[in-house]
Nanobody, 120 residues
Framework: VQLQASGGGMAQAGGSLRLSCAAP????????MGWIRQAPGKEREFVAG????????NYATSVKGRFTISRDNVRHTVDLEMNSLKPEDTAIYYC??????????????WGQGTLVTVSS
């Protein structure tokens, strides 16, 4: 599956951004979906994941209570609502997908990444 992420940008600390992931011309049905991020000089980090069809969600401790992952199985999109942003959330965010297992930093399919910059 080909993934396309959008919605990154700049925000001030305490602000919000919404990321979206789509599969142009394709489907996300039956895929576990998630978001992975990579901050400058750091390794990739799991952020949030959602099962098919969306009954189970999990989050990194660092974003729990601030970020919400959701999926629209008709539009074939997966969104990440990010609230109460912190400067340490600054990173390139990647949409990722996998079959048969939850998304992790070794997911099978990746989008191109979208940059999120949070200023203090």
């Amino acid at each position: 599956v080909q993934l396309q992420a959008s919605g990154g940008g700049m925000a001030q600390a305490g602000g919000s951004l919404r990321l979206s992931c789509a599969a142009p011309g394709g489907t996300l049905n039956y895929y576990y979906m998630g978001w992975i991020r990579q901050a400058p000089g750091k390794e990739r980090e799991f952020v949030a994941g959602i099962s098919w069809p969306g009954t189970r969600k999990n989050y990194a401790t660092s974003v729990k209570g601030r970020f919400t992952i959701s999926r629209d199985n008709v539009r074939h999109t997966v969104d990440l609502e990010m609230n109460s942003l912190k400067p340490e959330d600054t990173a390139i965010y990647y949409c990722a997908a996998d079959r048969g297992s939850p998304v992790s930093t070794s997911a099978a399919f990746w989008g191109q990444g979208t940059l999120v910059t949070v200023s203090s």
